[in-house]
């Protein structure tokens, strides 16, 4: 009996033995790292331009009494025709990033285990975590929102446009004259002049009780007197619409590239748009820094390139927006394809460095050791 116990005693044992051996080699397995046989494929970026266009359309009203102008205000020459038209009010440029579609990498062996991308597949680091970067969306709508009133010259008299008749017509009202009504509205032009000059003055010569309320008073007066003043000088009502190009060169200088097109009637037009003048880019390649990169960037490693992991080394361009001979903008800016590709050193894939890159041009931003 006691050596039956014994026995059992000892089956019990090696089981358990068995069974956390077993658990451990699993856990163990668990926190092996994975490496692919078949690589991880990533890009480099590649920038683009971004062209942020501000068009104004201002449409012109003449006033019904232009004719009586110079007579009764003293302003020669006013307007007697209406008008609608575009400017260009401001022109921006900035850069953007993207994945570049001829610089796609398979990352293989130790190097694969290591990688970091960003959320569009462009490389981040090596042994790091990845660096987030959001895309940025530029949308361009070509609907024009009319703000223009359907009445410009809205009835402001301040005197009525009837005067009343006497014996001969039996009292009839009388319609008063054009030009009547015209006198009427420049005299009513001098009692806004004279009362906000009193009320101006007043303000230096009294204290009043409410220094906002002053301001607003001030300002209808001003307001009143403008819109009196548009029925001989005329009305002016503006628009402004914000658009977005983006034009994206390859890894060579770019002339004559036409981003949008323009017309003073229609305003900001798509490219393919012919009834505008084109506005065309031109992006010049700083040949001296890609020649120097490009002298440096071989490895005297013969297994350089082996786990497939590249970086950039970002050139720079001169950018110009030109309409017709007319110079619209400039700067100089950093186009990384305008530069170099190179291997990163096989002697930093070991998992003993950290290597992080800038995910907006693919450069190396530094590199530490574990």
Known sequence: MKIKLTGLLLIIFVSTVFAVHKDDKRKTDETQVIVPTEGIVYSLPRTGVRIIVEATQETFFHGPYYKYAETLLGVKDASSSDYS???ISDIKLSTFSEPDPSQVYKAMGNAAALLSLTESGVIS?????ADGLKEELAVSTFMIDNQVPEIPFPDLSMSAF?????????NVLMPKSFEEKAVDAAHAITKLRKRRFKSLANAYEEQLPDGRAYEVMVDELG???????GLFLGKSYKTKKVYSFDFIPGDKSVSGEVVFRFSEAAGVLPKTDLSGKPIVIDLKKVDALFSSQNQLKASANPSAGQSGVYYRMPGKAEIRLIKGLSLMATSRATIV???NVA???????NGSYQVKFHPKTGAIKNILEK
């Open 85 to 87: 038209k575009w400017v």
């Open 125 to 129: 680091g090596i042994n790091v975590e």
């Open 162 to 170: 009837y005067e009343k008749g006497d014996s001969t017509n039996s």
């Open 223 to 229: 307001q009143l007197e403008k819109d009196y003043v």
């Open 337 to 339: 394809q305008f530069g």
């Open 343 to 349: 291997p990163l050193p096989e002697s930093l894939l």
